[in-house]
């Protein structure tokens, strides 16, 4: 009625509903836009202090190697450095000399066949002189241009160190499986001049000193060194990597960081559902779950579990003793009808990530409850490889 006395035409009606509607879309969107701009200034404030608390674990623990800015040392290569990043001065060059090298073995292969007639073996002959002249002609004016940089172990035909070690990930997963793991066999060829420390392994999984989120938070810092390379960035490198004279071993070792650091492990979280299904992905060793679970062994993040500081073997303790897990679980809990549609392991996962869900009769609900946030993939598989041994 009221609405009718102030729209009398139905056309009205219709046309300021409509219109409310249009404001009302034009109101979400503009909430939804400033929205994403919240966000983004959210995510880029993180990754300001990601790069700072970097920047101060590098000038702790790295400048005696790297040097003050990253720019290498006697003992480390540099890293605030171009090579690193990939980047090359002379693309062209590059390109050119590459191309008439592949050409090269091509005429290289052809003369060794034995088919190959005298008077095309002439031709390959001069055609490969010509080759190496125009390769000479190529190198020789950047050569006098870099001589600072390659006295300091610059290489203007190798100008891209990820390609140079075959790594085919990205730089961030190059940097980050290093400080995880370390290069054990650099020691045979660093500090220059004589044996020494190399670089060692930082991650607190492989015993060193530093958490996973400081190692990211270090890789930040030095991903944060690209930026429009010039040639006085690459004269203010001290020194640049090494590769060995025998790079046999090192290129074993970084083959052997692509297969198994490739994944990197993160946290399982606490999603019961999603690791349920993953852990179809994965085989839990029991050797390493009991490891775990008796304090030998470390978590993927360092975190020392001792799971049997309340789980004795026998009898109760704070919690459920550890033998017989498993056949309590199908026998006592899988009846109760609080956990009806459980599976075995939907129930022990939950236990460990999610222990405040389902309180075992007559405990308290004490287990530490962030367990999902120290436990990696294959930890938790390991777990409950061995828990579903009892
Ligand atoms: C005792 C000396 C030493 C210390 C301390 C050290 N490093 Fe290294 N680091 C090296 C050496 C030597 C290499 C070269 C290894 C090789 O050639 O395989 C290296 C390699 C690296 C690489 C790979 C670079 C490349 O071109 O292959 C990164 C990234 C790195 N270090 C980061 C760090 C960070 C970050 C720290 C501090 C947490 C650190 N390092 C502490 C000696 C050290
Ligand atoms: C601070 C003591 C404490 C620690 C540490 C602890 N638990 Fe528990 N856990 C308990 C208690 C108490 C219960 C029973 C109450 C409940 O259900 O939450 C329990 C229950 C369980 C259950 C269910 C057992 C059953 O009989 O139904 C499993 C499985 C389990 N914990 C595994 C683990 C694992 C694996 C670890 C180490 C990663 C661990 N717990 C560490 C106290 C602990």
Known sequence: MFQGMIFPKIENRILAGVLAFVLMMVLLGWAAINEGGRMAAFDETYHARSIEQGAALFAQNCTTCHGANGLGGAKGPALNNPQLFGYDFFPEITKEISDLRVERADLEREASRADTTQERLTQIDSRMAEIDARITELDAPREQQLASAIQKGYDPQQPNRLQNVGWSGTLESFVLTTLIHGRPVSNNYWPIGSSGAGMVAWSQTAGGPLRMDQLEDLTAYILNWNRDWTLDDLFAVQQFAILPKDPGPLLAQIEQLQASGGVIQTAVGTNVRQIVTELETVTGDPVRGDQLYHSAARSFNGTTLAC???????????????????????????????????????????????????????????????????????????????????
């Open 308 to 390: 049997n500081g309340c789980h004795m073997p026998e009898g109760p303790g704070t919690g459920p003793q550890t033998s017989g897990t498993m056949s309590r679980i199908e026998n006592e809990r899988l009846t109760d009808p609080a956990l009806a549609n459980y599976t075995a392991r939907q129930y022990l996962v939950e236990s460990i990530v999610q222990p405040g869900n389902y309180i075992v009769p007559n405990f308290q609900n004490v287990m530490i409850p962030n367990f999902g946030e120290n436990l990696s993939l294959q930890d938790l598989a390991d777990l409950v490889a061995y828990l579903e041994t009892q």
